[in-house]
């Protein structure tokens, strides 16, 4: 029997989206996935009680708010939110293109 060749994810092609808000799973790695999110507005407060969730930016900003302050991050730029931290994002000028690392099946809280 032969195996199948591994698809190829071309990132701008699933950064294509025109939705206000788009995050859908790009991959998936043993029991993580990996998640592609197009944000022209911003996203809720929320926690993950059950994953840590690392964000990493391929297109313009990303502000992730915290209750101490907000950090933000520039194209290249990685940062891991513990499990259990409370947060939210928000795309600095029109749009940001983020690549999200989380358990499958992570557990969203939102308030």
């Known amino acids: 029997m032969t195996e199948k060749l591994p698809e190829i994810v071309t990132l701008a092609a699933e950064a294509s989206s025109g939705a206000p808000y788009d995050n859908r799973q790009i991959a998936r790695v043993n029991d993580h996935v990996v998640?592609?999110?197009v944000m022209t507005q911003p996203y809720r407060?929320?926690?993950?009680p059950n994953c840590d969730e690392v964000f990493l930016v391929i297109e313009g900003s990303l502000e992730i708010e915290f209750e101490e302050g907000a950090l933000r991050l520039g194209p290249g730029q990685m940062i891991t939110v513990p499990r259990g931290r409370r947060h939210r994002t928000r795309p600095v000028g029109d749009r940001s293109v983020n690549i999200t690392f989380e358990a499958a099946g992570a557990e969203s809280i939102f308030e």
Not at 45 to 48: G, I, K, Q, R, V
């Open 35 to 37: 998640r592609i999110s």
């Open 45 to 48: 407060w929320h926690a993950h």
